[in-house]
């Protein structure tokens, strides 16, 4: 698969699955495995684990039942949902877990023993005769009833002078604490009660890292985020595994689609955004920002020597890019001078004629887009920006070649009318689904700016696509900037696009065949701002 080859990885890093491959042992669970582990061996009985949705305790879960699968000692049993209308048919669940291995094994005997006898016999025969260590593994735990709650009460009864002959863990959400409070000889048994909470910083930077470690072909962490993105990162997921895992998935894909080789604060802002992590993720942005480097500046004081390598590699590749920001905004000598004025005059001398309309029927790709009048307060920049989508030096000196009556370039009075040459995009194809909201069509430029001055502070904001095909001929496309790699996402937004301003609104996914030739890359988001940086 290309995005494998993409990012040099033999496996999907940030997959939503509980693989104990890609556990990564915080501080925190950690903590809480080697405490379960203690209690298993001694055999204690009863033990509780409790965290918010997406803490970690489902993977937690898989990573106990590995380690004791090369324990012949330890058998483990794992019932994933513990809701059942009656007490009696949580019991007979739980004999059937055991029935399936050794009770079953007595045909003749049902009805002749109850549900509860027949498993105290079982669990005397293999903790006491074969001195194995029996081991209930409950998830989804606040799922389980009150009465079903008496039913492992009473299965903890069963014990010698020594320990309890079967172990119970419990994974459950926080709601679970309000259930058991309310039976004090419930919880009077609970030997371990671990709370899992959301990751700091540091471990959030280390299990993306390890997570990449995991899943590389040679076991080497590429650089694939920035600083600014881990702490982007951290504040729009709050430190939850499951939100943290699904927010880099995202991030990684939309990197690819970009053709980025790395994943920074704006396209973290861009993806948290589209995915709706957090409903208030801007203001959390602004207001945290400040805490955030002020967290940062701790990790690099306080002995975090990654943190630290990383920074002065980040910091390094940004002195060379002011370094080179200030070689070219510096006053240029005559020699440079007249070399670009040079460069831009050639560049005009091969510029396609100047025509007074596009012919949209001819079967062969246009020179030109067409042309549109500058209104007051626009700039080139600004035009470039709108029918492009960028505002390069390449885009920008076609623009200046095929408007020779343009004295100065840096201020174009209003009314004055711009030649469009035709400067198409490369996209590679990365194989993957996306999908954008279509708000309309234009045929000419035009009519396509026109409908962007109509709608100025339209939220969502949305952005011009011209593109050329032998069946359509050259049109003027306009998108939603956000794109979705699920077609549900979109279709919710178009939901609540179409109006009478848009009453042809719809979804597209990808952009025709590999001969359709595209003047703007519909990859990219740029921010409205100074700079135009690209999200």
């Not at 081991?135 to 039913?151: F, R, W």
């Not at 040459?421 to 194989?431: C, E, K, Q």
């Not at 998108?479 to 009478?500: C, G, M």
Request: net charge neutral; proline share 5%.
């Amino acid at each position: 698969m290309d995005y494998f080859e993409i990012l040099n990885l033999s496996k999907e890093p940030f997959s939503n699955s509980p693989d104990p491959e890609f556990f990564f042992q915080s501080r925190q669970h950690k903590d809480c495995l080697q405490k379960l582990e203690i209690s298993i061996r001694l055999r204690r009985g009863l033990n509780v684990v409790v965290g918010d949705v997406g803490t970690g305790k489902t993977t937690l879960c898989r990573q106990l039942i590995q380690k004791f699968s090369t324990d012949e000692k330890i058998e483990t049993y794992l019932m994933l949902d513990p809701q059942f209308p009656s007490s009696q048919e949580f019991l007979s669940a739980i004999q059937l877990l055991f029935d399936e291995r050794e009770i079953a094994a007595h045909p003749g005997q049902e009805g002749d023993i109850n549900a509860k006898e027949r498993i105290k016999q079982y669990l005397f025969q293999k903790g006491v005769d074969e001195n194995k260590t029996i081991v209930l593994i409950i998830d989804e735990g606040q799922k389980i009833s009150e009465s079903c709650l008496e039913i492992l009460r009473e299965l903890l009864n069963y014990e010698t002078n020594h320990h309890k002959l079967l172990q119970i863990i419990i994974f459950a959400q926080k709601e679970f604490e309000e259930v058991i409070a309310k039976h004090e000889n419930f919880t009077d048994r609970i030997n371990l009660y671990h709370r899992l909470g959301p990751l700091d910083f540091r471990d959030t930077w280390q299990m993306i890292a390890f997570r990449l470690q995991q899943s590389s072909r040679d076991k080497t962490v590429r650089p694939v985020f920035t600083l600014l993105a881990f702490i982007a990162i951290y504040i729009s997921t709050s430190g939850y595994p499951r939100k943290i895992i699904n927010l880099c998935h995202q991030s990684m894909l939309a990197m690819i689609v970009q053709n980025q080789s790395k994943a920074g604060w704006f396209l973290i802002r861009a993806c948290a955004r589209r995915n709706m992590i957090g409903s208030s993720f801007a203001g959390k942005l602004s207001l945290t920002f400040g805490l955030s480097v002020l967290i940062v500046i701790c990790l690099l004081l306080f002995g975090n020597p990654d943190v630290f390598h990383f920074w002065k590699v980040n910091a390094s590749e940004k002195k060379q890019e002011v370094l080179q920001k200030d070689k070219t905004t510096r006053p240029r000598p005559p020699a440079v001078a007249g070399q670009l004025k040079t460069k831009i005059q050639t560049a005009r001398e091969k510029a396609p004629p100047i025509i007074d309309s596009v012919d949209q029927s001819s079967e062969t790709a246009p020179r030109v887009l067409g042309k549109v009048s500058i209104q007051k307060g626009e700039s080139l920049g600004l035009i470039s920006l709108s029918i492009y989508g960028r505002v390069d030096p390449t885009t920008l000196e076609s623009i200046v070649a095929a408007n020779p009556h343009i004295a100065r370039p840096e201020n174009i009075e209003s009314g004055t009318v711009i030649n469009l040459p035709a400067v198409p995009v490369r996209i590679r194809n990365t194989g993957l689904p996306c999908w954008w909201v279509r708000l309309g069509e234009a045929d000419s430029p035009e009519e396509a700016m026109e409908f962007i001055r109509s709608h100025p502070d339209h939220d969502p904001p949305f952005r011009m696509i011209p593109f050329y095909s032998k069946k359509m001929g050259l049109k003027f496309e306009m998108i939603v900037k956000e794109y979705f790699f699920d077609k549900d996402s979109a279709q919710k937004l178009l939901e609540k696009i179409v109006t009478a301003d848009f009453p042809h609104a719809g979804i597209r996914s990808g952009w025709g065949d590999e001969k359709d030739i595209l003047y703007a890359n519909p990859y990219l988001v740029y921010k409205n701002g100074a700079g135009m940086r690209k999200e």
